[in-house]
């Protein structure tokens, strides 16, 4: 696996008294639990409860840095600053300033004479680089800062590898079963499609927040009918929002894929079930469901 600078990411900074709160009434998951000094998963998502943008969202010392596709930076930043009233939080884009380097596996953070942080929290800093890891059981990390400091500890690789860098993490992202949007499939899916309340990215017992009531609705009533699914490609031409169908007939529309050798792997949100009464889906016919590292439960 190639690790290095991940160009297609960008960062939302929130600085100020008030972020960790303002953020608290605006994305899915629990604010507070950052204070525990680990990176959360969160959506934030439109009023009617469709995922505009999957955040992950990690306690720097400079502020909470959300880290989210770099096309959805702008609208993002847009759209959240319509609600920050008279709240104490300054939401900047500081992609610019703060690169996002991905690194596969613990040996190549110690070879940059940088700190591995444990799976509990799961982040340090050290010499004004925050280090994050992906998720507890994970051996994947973030490295956040400047791209002067991160070159000079040699881990943001070489420009000509930057397509097979960021052909490897959407992979890595793809078999671990994250969720991600991107312009095309942005405001299209509730978070549970997008199986958010099986990767540790909703909170059900926090406060309100915006797209709450559609989310928890959803939750509670059990019609989840559409679910993130692993799935094989084949050939290398597909894109995120296209158009799929399995063979048994349910269809469903890609949000991430990754090419592999001469074929792809792909995370797409599917129909659960396919009624007797309904007509095959549209769109091009996947070669395989694949595994997920955790259970997706049955529709009630």
Not at 190 to 217: H, P, W
Request: overall charge neutral.
């Amino acid at each position: 696996m190639h690790s290095g600078r991940l160009v297609q990411l960008g960062i939302l900074r929130f600085s100020g008294a008030d972020g960790a709160e303002f953020l608290q009434g605006q994305v899915s998951n629990d604010t507070r639990r950052l204070a525990a000094g680990g990176p959360l998963l969160a959506a934030y998502s439109s009023p009617q409860g469709r995922v505009l943008a999957v955040m992950h969202l990690v306690p720097h010392s400079s502020g909470i840095l959300a880290i989210l596709p770099r096309e959805l930076v702008a609208p993002s930043i847009e759209r959240l600053r319509k609600f920050v009233l008279r709240a104490k939080v300054q939401i900047d884009d500081v992609s610019e300033t703060i690169a996002v380097v991905g690194v596969h596996g613990s040996d190549a953070i110690a070879r940059a004479g940088l700190p591995v942080p444990a799976p509990t929290p799961g982040y340090l800093e050290a010499d004004g680089i925050g280090i994050a890891r992906m998720a507890q059981e994970a051996d994947r990390f973030w490295l956040l800062g400047a791209t002067a400091s991160l070159e000079a500890r040699a881990v943001t690789g070489s420009p000509e590898d930057r397509d097979a860098i960021e052909r490897d993490w959407r992979l890595a992202d793809i078999r671990a079963g994250l969720p991600q949007v991107y312009g095309p499939t942005s405001e299209v899916f509730v978070a549970q499609m997008l199986n958010l309340d099986l990767t540790d990215g909703i909170s059900f017992s926090k406060g309100c927040y915006t797209g709450q009531e559609i989310i928890a609705r959803t939750q509670h009533l059990g019609r989840i009918k559409r679910r993130l699914t692993r799935l094989q490609l084949p050939g290398g031409a597909w894109r995120v929002g296209d158009a799929v169908r399995l063979a048994d007939g349910r269809g469903g529309r890609l949000t991430e894929v990754a090419r592999v050798a001469e074929d792809s792997e792909a995370l797409a949100v599917v129909n659960v079930e396919r009624s007797a009464f309904e007509e095959a889906a549209k769109g091009e016919l996947a070669g395989a469901e694949l595994p997920l590292p955790y259970a997706v439960p049955a529709p009630a």
